[in-house]
């Protein structure tokens, strides 16, 4: 085995303290999440203060509906996340165990869901306020990769939703399960990529750098839709090119299926992550083409 990368002794815990009997702890993940919606809502407020980068130099909210909004977003990542993750990845557990369905303390959140959950509270918020919601769409794709960074570092502090086995330099041996049952190991270690951090780079850093240069350099805020399908596509694109590396979900593990594949003809096909990106990719597209031909259409 080439050499290869320990994993950081960083314990999943940040803090954790004990009172009346219970235990009470604050996890990276749960930080990740508050940071990256605190992080999200300052930028998205510094946007809306700016009218100069909205259509007709008027930023489609106020400060205050930013905050109001926050809540809806969050009950579309945590509803629309979990119900994603038990539709699409364990439907079959779930019908025959529905009382865990709500238990998201358990573990199980789909991204591909709760980004449908933020869709759906965007469109009800903006109704609800009489607002443009495709403006207000642009704003929170643009923030949306602050999140992404920092979950997926959480992930990779977790050591959990690791890569396939590699001999890459920069594979690292992760604890626990991930540590075994991988062809080829010596001495029970297992090097893999950390696929965490590709898409910490890929979906989180490059992607965010992009839509904000975007948004606030090159005027794409003033064409609606633009930054939404670039945020689509661009994610789908970076989800889709890890899923090589990623490690597959167990449950499409199977003596025929090795890779993990999703869909499958004779061995090749899709792995889930690969699967629900397409539309997304094909979605952001769409988008950014509306958004063009609806611009032109303005000042014809």
Sequence with gaps: MNAVLPFPDIAPEIVSITLFGMEFALRWYALAYIAGIV????????TVRRPALWPGERAPMEPRDVEDLLTWVILGVILGGRLGYVLFYQPGYYLS???????????????????????????????????????????????????LLLGRIANFINAELWGRPTDLPWGVIF????????????????????????EAALEGLILGAILLWLG????????????????????????FMVEFVRQPDAQFVAP????????HINGYGLTMGQT???????????????ARRRAQAQTA
Excluded: K
């Design 97 to 147: 165990h529905p009382g865990e369905i709500l238990q998201v303390w358990q573990g199980g959140m789909a991204f591909h869901g709760g980004l449908l959950g933020v869709i759906l509270a965007v469109i009800l918020f903006a109704r609800a306020r009489g607002i443009n919601w495709v403006s207000v769409a642009d704003a929170l794709c643009m923030v949306t990769p602050v999140g």
């Design 256 to 263: 025929g299926n090795p890779l993990g594949l999703a869909f």
């Design 175 to 198: 604890p626990g399960r991930a540590a075994h049952d991988c062809a080829g190991a010596v001495a029970g270690l297992c090097a893999r990529h950390p696929s965490q951090l590709y």
């Design 39 to 46: 992080i999200g809502w300052r930028i998205v407020v510094a």
């Design 216 to 239: 606030w350099r090159r005027g794409a805020l003033r064409l609606p839709g633009t930054l939404t399908g670039v945020f689509f596509a661009g994610y789908g694109v970076a989800r």
């Design 276 to 290: 629900l990106s397409l539309p997304m990719i094909a979605f952001g597209l769409g988008m950014i083409l509306w």
